[in-house]
């Protein structure tokens, strides 16, 4: 069973205090009550008298004021005090060595320094054994050699135990020491775990913030290169058309016209929504897309493509869904151009908050730590663009391929869940889409 270190401290704490605070009133009392039953004192008002002036010093310091015994000098005051009326009444009476004996337990608990503890010892030793020896000694030898032997075995007894206790002590002062010093080095690195993921996290706001200003850019400068200046056009040539009434020759022409760049303007207003938004993803999830764009590839190219899906499919942000599908096609562009293959695997998983794409293809192969280097020279392989379009969105690819083993490409992204609000192009997609037509090309 684990106690609480905490728990541990307290419980010693109040141990502490009630030994401080009871222990010697019970020794001084049981001397008392002992030297009355045994009357082995001759001056017993005396000793009655030392015995209130002990209980009162105890009681004014000790008990009253402890804090006190918290303060170097005020200790040793209180201490020197507490002896000299011990040693007062073991000569008054012997029984009160039992009382002396508190001496031991304050220096034990209240004294810290070492050779305090050490000079405690000593002085408590030297008034228990007088009590021990019935006395102090008479001049003969014998008697000073029994007195110094008793005395020197309570200092050699009580301070080895005393002794022990401070190493004891010693060793859990280092391992509370050790353990606060860990507890810090623990608060500051989730501190800084924190700090990092707050810094994380603001990076990515800013990153995206970033990349929505970037877009929105874009979408300025199409507006005004297509559709402010054919909305231009169109004006200037209805007001031409206003002004030529009477030539009904001019009048249409300039009708036509209009009628010509508002067609085109409609056209460039579908292809800035297809920029956004491939054709594939506008009315269908990502693996309908992917398996749309696969069978139109296997139809063209005449080579099986199997498009598998794996785990819970969920709605991902649209970037994300972008570059997968962008990947997939460019990754079945690439075997078309230069594997050869009879079959081909697509595969996208849902794994936790990673979304992964594999296509595998059973052609020739090629080797992958070329590929970059030789692009350019057999018209390109994109792999370039992949990696590009997978790192902005945190994710990577991964290519293996060997010659005759054919070649697998892996992209992993976040998965990023989309939130419910609409975009620029998904409000405008439904409306530019009206009137058009079956088989317009995409420029995305």
Not at 185 to 205: F, G, I, P
Not at 207 to 233: N, P, S, Y
Not at 304 to 312: C, D, E, Q, R, W
Not at 387 to 410: M, P, W, Y
Request: glycine share 8%; hydrophobic share 50%; aromatic share 4%.
């Amino acid at each position: 069973m684990l106690i609480d270190p905490d728990a541990q401290i307290a419980l010693f704490e109040r141990h502490k205090r009630a030994l401080l605070n009871v222990l010697p009133y019970g020794l001084l009392g049981l001397s008392l009550l002992v030297t009355i039953a045994a009357h082995a004192s001759h001056h017993l008002l005396l000793t009655a008298g030392l015995t209130v002036v002990a209980a009162g010093w105890l009681l004014f310091t000790a008990t009253l004021h402890p804090r006190w015994l918290e303060r170097p000098l005020t200790l040793t005051i209180f201490f020197a005090g507490m002896i000299g009326i011990a040693a007062a009444l073991v000569l008054s009476s012997g029984w009160y060595g039992i009382f002396a004996w508190s001496g031991y337990v304050f220096s034990a608990l209240a004294l810290t320094d070492l050779r305090a503890r050490a000079a405690g010892v000593a002085a408590t030793a030297l008034v228990v054994g007088t009590a021990q020896h019935g006395g102090v000694p008479s001049g003969s030898v014998g008697s000073w050699v029994s007195w110094s032997t008793i005395v020197l075995a309570n200092f050699v007894v009580a301070g080895g135990m005393i002794w022990a206790a401070s190493l004891d002590d010693l060793r859990h002062n280092r391992r509370d020491s050790a353990l606060e010093e860990i507890t810090e080095v623990n608060r500051r690195l989730e501190a800084s775990l924190d700090e990092n993921a707050a810094l994380h996290r603001q990076l990515v706001a800013q990153a995206r913030e970033a990349g929505v200003i970037d877009e929105r850019q874009r979408m300025a400068r199409e507006i005004h290169d297509t559709l402010a200046q054919g909305l231009t056009g169109i004006i200037t040539q209805l007001a031409a058309a206003s002004q030529a009434r009477e030539d009904l020759a001019e009048r249409e022409h300039h009708l036509a016209a209009a009628a010509e760049l508002a067609r085109e303007s409609l056209r460039e207003a579908r292809r800035s929504v297809a920029a956004m938004t491939p054709e594939a993803l506008l009315d269908s999830k990502l693996p309908d897309a992917l398996r749309d764009v696969a069978a139109r590839w296997s139809e063209l190219h005449h080579v099986p493509a199997h498009v598998t899906s794996n785990g819970v499919a969920q709605p991902l942000r649209p970037e994300i869904e972008v570059a997968l599908l962008r990947t997939a096609q460019e990754a079945l562009a690439n075997i078309a151009k230069h594997a050869r293959a009879s079959r081909v695997g697509v595969t996208l998983s849902y794994i936790g908050d990673v979304v992964r794409l594999d296509v595998r293809d059973d052609g020739i192969g090629f080797v992958p730590e070329l590929a970059d280097g030789v692009a350019g020279e057999r018209g390109g392989f994109g792999l370039t663009a992949m990696r590009q379009r997978a790192v902005e969105l945190g994710g990577r690819i991964e290519i293996e391929s060997e010659i005759g083993g054919g070649t697998a490409v892996c992209a992993s992204i976040p998965a990023i869940a989309m939130v419910d609000q609409g975009s620029a192009g998904d409000a405008l997609a439904p409306a530019l889409q009206d009137g058009v037509t079956p088989g317009t090309p995409s420029f995305a």
